[in-house]
């Protein structure tokens, strides 16, 4: 625990204007991003007196080792810069909303020639007019079923659409009227175009224009005795009115806002948003988070419109967005917000009327659904804590070890072997710190020598992170443990770096590292001769602070170092099962990796060994020759004659097909006859 004394700037040091702080632990890691319209006054806020602190920001200031800060001009540069920097750097003493569940939105993709209409979920596409979120994907579905009786868009996927335009057949939704068919040509793409952008204008609340041009239409066919068609506008008219009572009006006068409630209590809170288009709620989504750090109902909001908001733009961010309490720098917050929409953006509190009845439905909807996270999260607590406890007690660790790593090794039959590292923090996994490996210390398979390889790498790279950041003054000794130049990570006997997910050679910048934190325990997928071969791996890299131990297949049974029977935990305990999940994960994560490598060595073909020839040049060789074989005969001649290919390149490709080994010849199984490549036949 650090005393702020040791890091408070000296007086005058800092500067009384506007910008962004950040503070750092010991670890160099960023812990809080804070703004401030005065960053000398804000930060002698947090070296008063311990006492006088919130128990959060007492714990925060005393986690941190140091503090900087950034100058802006505008309080709402401070406000941008602060939200980038809580992205960038997910600093554990912020509040971060995290969404209660995956909401689906109404896409429509008008970045297509021929634009599709579907559910979509995830980060949002440029060029894809999104509508929603909605509570189910069902409820999307429905919507569109009634209203392609009046916008017969296509809704395919591109394969189905590929194949009716290959096949001159449209899919079973052409057939009934309910797709206009653009792939058999049925309608132009521009024809098609202007269907899909009436679908936009109806779901983004013009509705009115379309019921009375159809109650027209209607009309009209009934004085023409036009029966059948008449019966069928007025269908049509039905089904639109089904889609628009699923939203019923709630503002009378037509409004397009976002509402935001929130929930709290001293531990958590919970927010909701009613998305309200035309008068109707189009929208609806929540998010919970823990208050770690001493934040009140108008920060909360802050927080919630910045993440909200901070990656859309137009139309997306409403004239108006209704609050249960205003931002401190409620106008630095409306203008960001006007910013973003390119128009004026009304942000307030609703006073009166049908907006103050609306919020006050939003906030019953915030408080039910903090009542409802609080009991699923107490039952999840309960059990995550008895498990960890349990862990704690069999192993005979001083402690729960909040966070813990697991390693398994995955090959088939000796070939491409590899190593996944999966962490469970809390005895929840956090799969941005998942790890994997390349085992080519050796050839063939050996597990215990893989798993020795691997954790010696994990945990080198551990140590060089604190000699870096000047946690170990001296570098300690280390036998038989030296790297080769330039390939951190590597064994001196010739084992290759990390796989690596993230770009190498990264300043201290504040960023999560990626092996700088160490696990209070290290579980291995095997038995005894895994689990020794871990801790001789660790015993030579001098660390004795990190438990090791074993989870066995066959019987569940947990190996510890240095003993000859087992641990058995009882079937029924909460930490076996973790134990297991934890296991479990890292074999699939491990899996998944050795049959993608196995998929992309199979793949593979000697234009991969062209120095400079990239994708787009190896489709257009084979496009020109049509197969492999081909252009395997082909002369440097009439490979220099593909557009984009020189004759350097043509050569390397005629030397790369020279170097692979010859293709096993094609066996007529029925006559036993060897095939030659011209499709003649030689006999033995």
Partial sequence: MADPSSYRPKPGQIPDSPGVYRFRDDHRRVIYVGKAKSLR?????????????????????????????????TEVEALQLEYSWIKEYDPRFNVK?????????????????????????????????????????WAIRETVDLMLRVFPVRTCSAGVFKNAARTGRPCLLGYIGKCSAPCVGRVTPEEHRELAEEFCDFMAGRTGTYIRRLEQRMTEAAE????????????????????????????????????????????????????????????????????VEAVETAGLVEHALQQLYGEESGDAVPKEVLVPALPEDAEAVAQWLSERRGSQVSLRIPQRGDKKDLMATVGRNAQQSLVLHKTKRASDLTTRSRALEEIAEALGLDSAPLRIECYDISHLQGDDVVASMVVFEDGLARKGEYRRFQIKGFEGQDDVRSMHEVIGRRFRRYLQEKERTGEWPEQPERQDQSEEPGEPGAHSDGSGPLERLEQPGREDDGRPKRFAYPPQLVVVDGGQPQVAAAQRALDELGIDDVAVCGLAKRLEEVWVPGESDPV?????????????????????????????????????????????????????????????????????????????????????????????????????????????????????
């Fill in 41 to 73: 006054q804000r930060l002698a806020n947090y070296f008063q007196d311990l006492a006088g602190l919130h128990p959060r920001t007492r714990t925060m200031v005393t986690t941190a080792a140091s503090v900087e800060w950034t100058v802006v001009s």
């Fill in 97 to 137: 909303y995290r969404d209660d569940k995956s909401y689906p939105f109404l896409a429509v993709t008008l970045n297509e020639e021929f634009p599709r209409v579907q559910v979509m979920r995830g980060a949002k596409k440029k060029g894809v007019r999104y509508f929603g979120p909605y509570g189910h994907a």
């Fill in 224 to 291: 023409e005795m036009e029966y059948e068609k008449a019966g069928r506008l007025r269908d049509d008219i039905g089904a639109l009115r089904r889609a628009m009572e699923k939203n019923a009006v709630v503002l009378a006068d037509a409004t397009d806002a976002d509402l935001i409630a929130v929930a709290e209590d001293e531990l958590e809170a919970a927010v909701q948003i009613f998305h309200v288009r035309g008068g109707r709620v189009r929208g609806q989504r929540g998010w919970v988070t823990d208050k």
């Fill in 568 to 684: 058995v935990l009882p079937r029924s305990s909460e930490g076996l099962y973790l134990l297991q999940r934890v296991r479990d994960e890292a074999h699939r994560f491990a899996i998944t990796y050795q049959r993608a490598k196995r998929a992309k060595r199979v793949r593979s073909s000697p234009l991969d060994d062209v120095p400079g020839l990239g994708e787009s040049r190896k489709q257009s060789l084979i496009k020109h020759f049509g197969s492999v074989k081909k252009l395997r005969q082909a002369t440097i001649d009439q490979i220099c004659e593909v557009p984009g290919v020189g004759r350097k390149t043509a050569e390397s490709v005629v030397v790369a097909f020279a170097k692979a080994a010859p293709a096993a010849p094609a066996v007529n199984t029925a006559t036993g006859e060897i095939m030659e490549d011209n499709g003649g036949s030689t006999h033995d």
